[in-house]
């Protein structure tokens, strides 16, 4: 019965599904541990799924789609820096109003450019060859689209660059004590737009891993809060790349589960996966005051003097 | 000469402010202010709270933008818009309160803003090694690979001054350095700062403390409510004329004190016990009595169980162990409330967190404990806002309280009326007892004088009084009486007469 349920595609499933979450958690983290609560990033999301789907619709061209999405995703990112960062606007506000401007407009510009639900052929599967005919691991871990392994090859880059880089040691400051990250000449304006666009370019991504990639159609809040869940992750994760990762593949697993059960028709009811986001956001909350590498600053706006 | 590690830039020779003007929406910071500093000299900026000071360094260190006037390196007008400018200039600042990132360690926030450019790796090993040297140089252990928030508060200091070296800062800023230190790091702070004169620096101290300004200092420009009263060469100044000058007219630094007329015991704490927030016993063991017109000063290093003395008298601690009595009345455990009640009053240490609500008004701050009383609300219920508003028009004309109006947010005070006003609300009450814990920290001269002579005048009428304080001047000007507490436990007990500096700091230190 167990084995039914819990088999190698159940796992494939589980790291293919944590992809758009890893991306758009990933650079969630970036902007957070710089200071910035970025809430919109559902909203960035589904305009980089949009355009990136958009792009490939019209010229078929998979680099093109990817391009779109890193495109717009900055640009998103760009705009909640300036809201936040610039005009020092209230970050949960600005961030559901990013979240809102993504929605609305995805769906604008699908019903007026596109109309009808259609597919796209999407980014296929990398077959790696031996590793990717090992038995059950070769199922599990080599079998995915380029997108998927950039997603985990993200996550020791990004502790890496946290860590162990110049601009790291900035962002970690500028989230801790920007006004001592100030006066020691680092420019918290800089850092943090640098952070939310590099955000906004990673959450263009994770959409555009959903729409040419996943699932390869577009249609009317594509994400259904994938966004929301990629926020609360990084507080799961403790602010750490890795945790993140942790965070993410759990959450996928239950959904990879899910699927699973449905599929084998075992009686269980469908609300148990549809609590998971709320028992994610949860833990994420009692785990959060833990954490040593919470952002002191997150979300207060920096003003000299 | 001093290295730097960063650039062979020519030196800062000599530093000119020149008619610099800032204002605020409704202050004139700075009023066309003249400033200059040399190498290889201390010129002190002295002023009281809010004469400026500040505000003219941080235009100094691109904090800030001057509205008028200008800024002069070796001759050549500089601007300087930001503290990477100002950094590259070779100007550091020790800020009053400290710019690090508590969660990093020594060499992270040294590294911090080094290089600016992101892509570059960090190099901790070569940040460390360039610490070394530099500790060796002024013969102080830092640890590069502690993080900053497991370091007291003197060694952060260190390594803030550490730090602006490393930069290359040929002209460094002390922002009241010695605001958070005890005589002994004040001492070793001196030492430094000699070395670096020595070494050619240009160095700019702040303070309002005006031994330590005699002590360090080549030449002193003093500021008042943002303007320059003058500049004088250290060998000219005196105690007296630079208070003088500080707030304006005539200072007593010497009070005359009435004998003392001990009445019956009013405070009385038998063995009392009590953890500190770290849950050791912060408070061991401790016997005291104080007489009613007494004054008995509380002396120590600061975090040697003062704090927990007054916390527990006050009502806010739980004890372990032993009895408090007030007049006979034994109140170990009794609420603040019903502490107030029996008529003690408590000024406590951390006057922002303890001592008001920040963001209520002038008035509302006033009446925060007697707000349900009458005459100040009708049967507990509805505040009476005429009455109050009289008693704090009163209060403000009684106490000398700087506020534009009743209505004024505290927190916009300075931090020598906000203490005036917790002084006001505390012995309206006429008490029985008064707690006094640091209660001229961080406050002018002016404001200090005028809270001593509050306090003596308490002590004339028949109050028992304990005055915590690290400052030990205040300690031996008012007190009847000294203890001094090490390690929660009363070390020593002095009468005035027999008062002895070096036997008090010995004592402090935990040598008896
Ligand atoms: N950022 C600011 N905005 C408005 N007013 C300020 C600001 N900084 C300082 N001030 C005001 O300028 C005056 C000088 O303050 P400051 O330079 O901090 O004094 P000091 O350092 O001598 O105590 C004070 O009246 C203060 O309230
Ligand atoms: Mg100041």
Redo the contacts with the bound molecule.
Sequence with gaps: MIGNIITASVFASMIRLATPYLFAALGETLGQRSGVLNLGLDGMMLMGAFFAFYAVFITGSLILGLIAAIIVGGLMGLAMAFISVTLKAEQGISGIGIFLFGLGMSELLFQQWIGTPTTVSGIPDVYIPILSDIPVIGHIFFNHNILVYVAFALVPIMTLVLNKTNFGLMVRAVGQNPEAADAMGVSVTKVRYTTLIIGGILAGLAGASLSIAQINVFQQNLTAGQGFIAVALVYFGGWKPRGVMLGALLFSFVNALQLQISVVGVNIPSEFSAMAPYIITLLALVFASKSREKPDALTKPFER? | MAETVLTNKRRIELLEMRGIVKR??G?L?CDQIDFTVKSGEVHTLL?E???????LMKMLYGLYQPDEGEIRINGKVASIRSPQEAIQSGIGMIHQHFMFVPSLTVAENVALGLKTSFGSMLDLKEISKGLSALSDRYNLKIDPDIPIWQLAVGEQQRVEILRAIYKGADLLILDEPTAVLTPQEVDDLFRILNQMRQDGHALIFISHKLHEVLAISNRITV?RD?AQVGMIDVEEATKQNLAEMMVGRPVVLQYDIPPLERGSVRLELNQVSARSNRGNLGLNDVSLSVYGGEIVGVAGVSGNGQQELAQVIAGLRPIEAGTITVNGQNISGKSPEKMNSLGVSYIPEERMVDGVIKEFTVAENLILQDHWREPFANNGLMLNFNVIQDACRQAIKDYEIKTPSTETPIKSLSGGNIQKLVLARELARNPQVLIAAQPTRGVDIGASEYIHQRILAERETGTAILLISEDLDEIRALSDRIIVMFEGRIVGIVERKDVNIQALGAMMAGVH
């Design positions: 003097g | 605020f929406p202050v910071a002023g709270n809010g004469a400026g000071k500040s505000t500021l943002g």
